[in-house]
């Protein structure tokens, strides 16, 4: 599962949402983490429509896990939310949804290699939306919490896992903010740039 992604600055941010898809955004607040890598617990401005107005707003990657105080649950099956089965994630997925910015995000894959220290690691690969210059993920928040929305993998991910972060597209955006994103699960048609990263030494 993912569990890292790129966050681009806040020009970046700004230039790509306001400029280039003319959406209304507000001013963000101009100390916003930026140019970092987040991982679980950490911070990153997501895209939220909340006062009547699209804006970033801070919150940590990962809702508390029920069964264990110390950990997060970072990734949310997009499923789950058609099932019958009661979810801690249905009320966000029903009325709280917003988007992840990022430059790429990376994946563990099934393979390993022994580095030069003995010890054995997980090939790595980073994704970005091949048709845009930065990658929008759906997200699902909480309060200060926000989740990352996984989906089945299409034939570009699928190699690497068996699950994929839901990427959408900027003419998805609305639809995954304010409307029914049935249509959205399936990703088989979505182009995804993969670069595998070079190993640890």
């Known amino acids: 599962m993912c569990n890292q992604f790129q966050l681009p600055s806040l020009a970046e941010i700004k230039k790509y949402l306001a400029n280039d898809l003319n959406l209304p955004l ?5 100390n916003l983490p930026q140019n970092q890598n ?16 699209l804006q970033l707003l801070p919150k940590s ?14 990734n949310a099956r997009i499923e789950r939310f058609f099932e019958e089965k009661h979810s801690m994630w249905d009320s966000s997925f029903a009325k709280s949804r917003c988007i992840i910015i990022a430059s790429q995000f990376f994946e563990s894959g099934h393979d390993t290699y022994e580095a030069g220290n003995e010890h054995r690691y997980h090939e790595r690969f980073s994704f970005k939306n091949a048709n845009a210059a930065l990658t929008l993920i759906a997200g699902i928040y909480q309060k200060d919490h926000f989740s990352m929305v996984t989906t089945k993998p299409n034939a570009s991910y699928a190699p690497v ?5 839901l990427v959408i597209q ?5 639809q995954w903010l304010f409307q029914n994103f049935s249509s959205l699960v399936d990703r088989s048609q ?3 740039n993969s670069v595998k990263l070079p190993p640890k030494k």
């Open 26 to 30: 507000i001013e963000p607040a101009s």
């Open 190 to 192: 979505l182009s995804l």
């Open 38 to 53: 987040i991982f679980p617990k950490g911070i990153a401005p997501v895209l939220v429509y909340t006062d009547n107005q």
């Open 161 to 165: 896992h068996d699950r994929m972060p």
């Open 61 to 74: 990657w990962g809702y508390p896990s029920p069964y264990d105080h110390k950990k997060v649950v970072f």
């Open 170 to 174: 900027a003419a998805e955006l609305r």
